[in-house]
């Protein structure tokens, strides 16, 4: 089975900090994603990845950075945290496009909390 | 660009009694869609995905769904569900576009089973 683990399952950091989400699969995947969760907004794609190194703004990309170092590892910074980066997030991982089912892996999600 | 509309935030229905969760998509181009569910405090997995072929697609726990292409729906169902089914359920839709592959997530439906 797919594995996608989340380094925290709770987080409470305060506004100005650093955060780092990290995010691991065990099963080879080329693509990686991070979402946020919000309620009535369902997920909303902030960066995603093909390739180690390589990144790609999704449809909320502001306030975060990503680093893909390796192929297995998929992190989220959040440069100075702010109370409305509360919210959910949750990492995923497909394997390629090609020949492939197109379903997501989904990790079990981080909640972060900002005061 | 695709969109996806989940008609219902929140579904209430007793126990072994049917269900329909409704999800409406657009696109200019070829969809592939999917369902998932997220119980409390999870991740995300996958119910069921329509990728081609038969648009009647079974999935795990009973539950299956239809392609409409006509009504642009992909509506999940169940004929007779359990306590252990409440969960929040998300329709997805894939697609090739101009800028890449693109998922987008419709905004959630809660379903709550009553005894």
């Known amino acids: 089975d797919v594995k996608v683990t989340q380094s925290s399952r709770y987080l409470v950091k305060r506004t100005g900090e650093k955060v780092f989400l990290e995010c691991v699969q065990d099963?080879?995947?080329?693509?990686m994603f991070w979402y946020r969760q919000d309620p009535g907004l369902g997920l909303r794609l902030i960066y995603f990845?093909?390739?180690?190194?390589?990144?790609e703004k999704g449809d909320i990309p502001e306030g975060y950075s990503v680093s893909r170092e390796k192929k297995e590892r998929f992190s989220l910074i959040l440069e100075s945290a702010s109370t409305n980066q509360t919210s959910m997030y949750l990492c995923?991982?497909?394997?390629?496009?090609?020949?492939?089912?197109?379903?997501?892996?989904f990790g079990p999600g981080t909640r972060l909390t900002v005061t | 660009a695709q969109s996806v509309t989940q008609l219902d935030s929140q579904v209430p229905v007793f126990e072994e009694a049917p269900v329909e969760l409704r999800c409406n998509y657009s696109?200019?181009?070829?969809?592939?869609l999917f369902w998932y569910v997220q119980y409390p405090n999870q991740g995300l997995q996958l119910l069921l995905k329509?990728?081609?072929?038969?648009?009647l697609v079974k999935g795990i726990n009973g539950f299956e769904a239809e392609f409409n292409k006509s009504q642009t729906s992909f509506h999940l169902r169940k004929p007779s569900v359990h306590i252990s089914d409440t969960a929040e359920y998300f329709c997805?839709?894939?697609?090739?576009?101009?800028?890449?592959?693109?998922?987008?997530f419709g905004a959630g439906t809660r379903l709550f089973v009553k005894a």
């Open positions: 329509y990728l081609s072929g038969s648009t």
């Open positions: 997805a839709v894939s697609a090739l576009n101009t800028g890449g592959f693109k998922t987008i």
């Open positions: 099963m080879d995947h080329e693509n």
């Open positions: 990845s093909y390739d180690v190194k390589m990144k």
């Open positions: 696109s200019s181009v070829s969809v592939y």
């Open positions: 995923a991982s497909s394997p390629p496009l090609e020949g492939a089912s197109y379903e997501q892996y």
